[in-house]
């Protein structure tokens, strides 16, 4: 059986070759904006050395022996076409530039239509009506030539010659035997994501990239392609792995194909909004297909992956280099020192990173403003890493897919004044909740008699007060702040402290994660005087501010202790 091809081919490859159009693909539809932007895309461009502008694939299928069946791409064809066809009629007179042959399985008329398109005496292009499909061939054309007008001093041959020899496609040839059909279905139903992990994936498998004068035993080259589909096969199946994925990933980064992440990492970011950057830069590394040079690329590859496996299942490495990815560090620029240190000396470098997160931080000065909610945030997460790393005896791993999937949140320990519940029903939910925990007849007298048209703000200040042993209910300081995801910080945002502990048990008993310092928190653990458990006072916030400071107190810098 042949295998699928791979390679690039310049507009000027395509120029005089034969496309048939099946009967499954729909007619032209790209729109005004698709057109604009290609056309503004490849006139930007500014090549340099042998810099390319690269389009997507372009999946063909060999039918005959000078016809190549187009299963995906054939609105870029369509769109290359006319461009081709535009300069044709407009500038170069009678040594026409050789135009590709489309022909339509079920629309009989298009290709016809096509090689009449022209821009009339008056500079328009009539827009034909009579089906859908000329409909939109013709808004392209026009968007064209409005595209070429509005330039003003257009230079024709340096577009051209941009067009032509410095744009390619990405041609990608299928097995002859495989069922055309069942290609374009699996593609369509992104079950073929032709991203530049596959389109890797066929480079580092064509078989030709194997041979040279030395070595053409086909069975070695069947074994080589074979352990470096299972390997990568494995690679993908582990970066599925939700916890190691959105451990090595500041955010959801959703790819259909994971393991193009590692590929970016070893090549780089693009130097602009190029999709197929990566793609490129691993076709130029292939243009020297020896057999030594693939084993090489490949290994770097399973390098890379092996690094930051090995930090996953390093427990001090795993919440460390975590906590640096969650805050934006560069994966690339710690898998590039990682590569090259000694593991004291890489933890060091990760420590002073970390260090670096929370230069010249005074802990006091940190309130619950929008200024300071990146850096409390940071360290509330930090004190609960390094709390659990603390404890040596413990395997337990702070999960970063839930702390980044569930939007976790900063929340008061004690409510504070400006939470106090806005309509009526909740103002009444929130008075029928407290009373489990209210003791004094008086107040609970005024809870019970309490309607709409009391003061409320009065009697929530006045509970507040009950819960807090100084009476303060405007504590905004980190000593009173907590981490918890959106979901259990939403349900219980303006509750008294008891009313919050219940709730925590609740969620933590239904499966939620809890994070240990929250836990810790609303079970008074930092607490050594534990006589009354149903407010957060002053003592308590102490001794919890206390804690956060021995913790973390390493990392910080110009630190009052």
């Known amino acids: 059986m042949e295998e699928n091809k791979i390679e690039l081919k310049t507009i000027g490859d395509l120029l005089g070759l034969s496309f048939f159009i099946p009967s499954y693909q729909r007619g032209y539809r790209w729109t005004e904006r698709q057109v604009i932007d290609l056309l503004n895309d490849i006139d930007n461009f500014k090549p340099s050395n042998e810099e390319w502008y690269c389009l997507q694939p372009l999946v063909v299928k060999k039918k005959g022996e000078e016809i190549w069946e187009v299963i995906d791409g054939q609105q870029r064809l369509t769109t290359i076409f006319l461009i081709i066809h535009y300069f044709n009629e407009m500038w170069i007179g009678k040594q026409k530039i050789s135009e590709p042959q489309i022909s339509y399985q079920t629309r009989f008329g298009s290709y016809d239509f096509l090689k009449k398109m022209t821009v009339s005496e008056e500079d328009v292009v009539i827009v ?112 599925h792995n939700d916890e190691f994925w959105l451990f090595i990933n500041e955010n959801e980064n959703d790819k259909e194909t994971r393991i193009e992440f590692i590929f970016e990492l070893v090549v780089g970011e693009s130097p602009r909004d190029d999709k197929d950057y990566i793609f490129r830069e691993y076709y130029k590394k292939f243009n020297e297909h020896t057999e030594r040079k693939i084993t090489i690329l490949w290994k770097e590859i399973k390098r890379y992956f092996q690094t930051m496996q090995d930090w996953f299942d390093d427990r001090e490495l795993y919440h460390k280099i975590g906590y640096l990815v969650t805050f934006g560090d560069s994966i690339n620029e710690i898998i590039k020192e990682s590569l090259t240190s000694d593991k004291s000396s890489f933890i060091h470098y990760i420590d002073s990173k970390i260090e670096k997160q929370l230069s010249n931080l005074i802990l006091d000065d940190l309130e619950y403003e929008d200024k300071y909610k990146d850096t409390i945030r940071k360290v509330l ?44 029903q909740h103002k009444k939910d929130w008075l029928i909740e407290v009373q489990e925990f209210i003791y004094d007849e008086n107040l609970k007298n005024e809870i019970e008699r309490y309607t709409n048209e009391d003061d409320f703000e009065s009697l929530f200040n006045k509970i507040l007060k009950k819960f807090s042993d100084d009476g303060r209910i405007d504590i905004n300081d980190i000593s009173n702040l907590v981490l918890l995801d959106e979901g259990t910080n939403r349900s219980y945002k303006n509750a008294i402290f008891p009313v919050k502990r219940k709730v925590i048990i609740e969620k933590e008993k239904a499966g939620t994660f809890v994070p240990l310092c929250t836990k810790n928190v609303f079970m008074k653990y930092y607490s050594s005087k534990i006589d009354q458990m149903s407010f957060w006072g002053e003592f308590d916030r102490n001794e919890y501010l206390k804690d956060i400071k021995r913790v973390i107190n390493h990392y910080l810098t110009n630190q009052n202790s």
Do not use: C
């Not at 007008?149 to 032509?164: A, L, V």
């Open 128 to 239: 034909n009506e009579t089906n859908i499909d000329y409909w939109h061939i013709s808004v392209a054309y026009s968007t064209i030539n409005e595209w070429v007008k509005k330039k003003g001093n257009f230079d024709n041959n340096e577009f051209q010659s941009k067009f032509k020899e410095r744009t390619k496609v990405i041609w990608y040839e299928t097995d002859t035997s495989q069922d055309a059909v069942e290609i374009f279905t699996r593609i369509n139903m992104g079950k073929i994501p032709l991203t530049n992990a596959e389109l890797i994936k066929a480079l580092f498998l064509n078989s030709s990239n194997f041979k040279s004068p030395l070595t053409n035993d086909e069975e070695k080259i069947r074994l080589k392609q074979l352990e470096i589909a299972t390997e990568w096969d494995s690679i993908e199946y582990s970066l």
């Open 381 to 424: 997460l930090l004190h609960n890493i390094q709390t659990m790393l603390n404890n040596k005896k413990e395997n337990s791993r702070f999960p970063f897919n839930r702390y980044k999937r569930e939007k976790w949140d900063i929340e008061h320990i004690q409510a504070i004044a400006e939470q106090k519940p806005k309509s009526d």
